[in-house]
């Protein structure tokens, strides 16, 4: 129940941040929090990371259901005698990947505004953070310490 209650959280965090981006961020654009280094910057992303596969809605929407539900079910079966980094690790895929995917399901695009100007780094969200960090995590473990998946 503790990885649920993570999901749930960590999707409830993203879209209360982009809800903050849509409705405070976009009339302004852009806020520098340290100027030339880090701004939160509104926009509209309506590809995959870096904008690959741009106004593929349908298709992204079908293979990130396809695999939030595998990974969920995945999940649920290693509940009681998975190891909790790898369960942790999930909860933080599954998070991610469910806030995206509302906002591609209610809006037609995800909405980012985490923005690394000093690097031009994509623009991105908290939802990618959570995916990025459990898919490290994940790979940590399988490449590491030999976590059977």
């Known amino acids: 129940m503790?990885?649920?209650?993570?999901?749930?959280?960590l999707t409830?965090?993203?879209?209360?941040?982009?809800?903050?981006?849509?409705?405070?961020?976009?009339p302004i654009?852009?806020?520098?929090?340290?100027?030339?280094?880090?701004h939160l910057t509104y926009?509209?992303?309506?590809?995959?990371?870096f904008s690959i596969l741009r106004d593929k809605?349908?298709?992204?929407?079908?293979?990130?259901?396809?695999?939030?539900?595998?990974l969920i079910c995945y999940?649920?079966?290693?509940?009681k005698t998975g190891d909790a980094t790898l369960k942790l690790s999930l909860a933080l895929i599954i998070g991610g990947a469910l806030g995206n995917l509302i906002d591609r399901v209610r809006l037609n695009y995800v909405t980012d505004f985490l923005d690394f100007t000093l690097?031009?780094?994509?623009?991105?969200?908290?939802?990618?953070?959570?995916?990025?960090?459990g898919v490290a995590i994940l790979l940590y473990m399988v490449l590491f310490k030999r976590a059977k998946i």
């Open 2 to 9: 503790l990885y649920i209650f993570i999901i749930v959280v």
């Open 12 to 26: 409830g965090i993203d879209q209360w941040t982009k809800y903050l981006a849509e409705t405070q961020l976009k």
């Open 29 to 38: 654009d852009t806020i520098p929090l340290v100027q030339d280094l880090f």
């Open 43 to 49: 926009a509209r992303n309506t590809g995959a990371a």
């Open 57 to 70: 809605q349908v298709f992204l929407i079908l293979v990130t259901g396809i695999v939030v539900v595998a």
């Open 75 to 79: 999940l649920i079966k290693i509940l």
């Open 119 to 133: 690097i031009n780094y994509p623009i991105f969200n908290f939802a990618d953070v959570f995916v990025v960090s």
